[in-house]
């Protein structure tokens, strides 16, 4: 790798049209160190389909506005996507049908 400025940088990888490489190389880039962004609360419900705000509950003794967010990352962590769950449900009901209605012939 080289250094600009101090920094580490790593060349980008180009690829014309055609699918073929490149033979020049793209600018310089700076590499920074990985870092990983934890999801909110808020991008956790919306993940599980759940309202916003849905987790954010009275927490000892605490209006629903000051609960921290541990004990919503754990009501997430233990919960099951709300439309995932409708679809095995509606799919349990559908071969029920099918089963009584052959059961009934």
């Known amino acids: 790798m080289a250094t600009l400025d101090g920094l580490e940088t790593a060349r980008t990888l180009t690829r014309r049209y ?26 956790c419900e919306a993940l599980q389909a759940f309202p916003r705000g849905y987790t954010a509950i009275p927490w000892r003794k605490k209006p629903a506005d000051q609960c921290p967010d541990g004990p919503r ?3 997430l962590g233990n919960s ?26």
Do not use: Q
């Open 73 to 75: 990352y754990k009501a």
């Open 18 to 43: 055609d699918g073929s490489p490149c033979h020049d190389r793209g600018p310089d880039v700076v590499a920074f160190a990985h870092a990983v962004r934890r999801l909110t609360p808020e991008e």
């Open 80 to 105: 099951m996507n709300t439309r995932v769950m409708r679809w095995i449900g509606e799919r349990i009901a559908a071969v029920e049908a099918i089963i009584n209605k052959d059961e009934a012939a």
